[in-house]
């Protein structure tokens, strides 16, 4: 039985004219989980992880790491379940890919989610720029420094003033005031958090008003089209490349009431 499916794709989006039937049917896709498999583009057959995400519950985050060095990584409740998958993209922008198969109901995208990365590796070395204890130079003391005689030097003389440029006209700084704000608009930096696509999703996925929450119109644990991809492309995190979502809502949470 599948499960919740995270993946990644070096397609853009604006380059996929549907999101098709499973996230593995997406062109040139890496994905991992379904039935405790990794599918990815190179390989002939699908890779056994031993993480089945057929049994997840609500309130479980798992989330899908590309490291530098082409290495996909799943974490689930922040404990690494899928490790040693090799051959992802390095140097490409990644978007992130959702498949609510199984009995994934419903999931929302956790903002700035890190992965836990366990060693970071020992400190770097001083710079030359950081004194160390005992090297800050002092200034001589003693019967030589106070017989070494002291240069006299002539004031220069003043130079004459230059004469005055004329004001810049004031309007003149009102289209880079304006430029500027609307270059602010448009950096990643003003966005408010990751949310789904609208536009590139299954015809079995809704999503919540602010595009944050995506769930399955379905109680049919074999119910297809609910793929749904992210709005932007993979956020950068100590690491590597990480998206991790949350559980909100499983089958059996649904058939529960």
């Known amino acids: 039985e599948d499960g919740l499916t995270l993946g990644v794709t070096t397609v853009l989006p604006q380059e996929i004219p549907e999101p098709f039937v ?18 990815l583009p190179d390989s002939d057959d699908p890779i056994d992880t031993g993480w089945n995400p057929k049994d997840v519950r609500v309130g479980d985050r798992v989330g899908l790491l590309v490291t530098p060095r082409g290495e996909g990584q799943v974490f689930h409740n922040g404990e690494a379940k899928v490790t040693g ?46 004194s160390l204890p005992g090297s800050i130079p002092t200034a001589p003391t003693g019967p030589k420094a106070a017989a070494t005689p002291v240069p006299t030097v002539a004031p220069a003389p003043a130079p004459a003033p230059a004469p005055p440029k004329p004001a810049a006209p ?76 949350r559980v909100e809502q499983t089958l059996t949470t649904e058939l529960d009431g």
């Not at 992802?88 to 419903?106: K, R």
Request: glycine share 8%.
């Open 85 to 130: 998958v090799l051959g992802l993209p390095v140097g490409a922008p990644l978007f992130p890919i959702v498949d609510l198969l199984g009995s994934a109901v419903s999931v929302s995208l956790v903002p700035a989610a890190e992965p836990p990365i366990r060693d970071l590796g020992p400190s770097p070395p001083p710079t030359a720029t950081q």
């Open 22 to 39: 499973t996230a593995d049917d997406v062109p040139n896709s890496y994905c991992f989980g379904f039935d405790g498999k990794a599918v």
């Open 170 to 245: 004031v309007v003149a700084a009102k289209p880079t005031a304006v430029a500027a704000a609307q270059a602010k608009e448009a950096t990643p930096a003003t966005r408010k958090g990751p949310c789904f696509s609208s536009h590139l999703k299954g015809r079995m996925v809704a999503l919540s008003e602010q595009n944050t929450v995506a769930s399955k119109q379905s109680g049919d644990t074999e119910a297809l089209h609910s793929v749904v991809f992210l709005e932007w492309k993979m956020p950068a995190v100590p690491g590597g490349f990480y998206f991790e979502v």
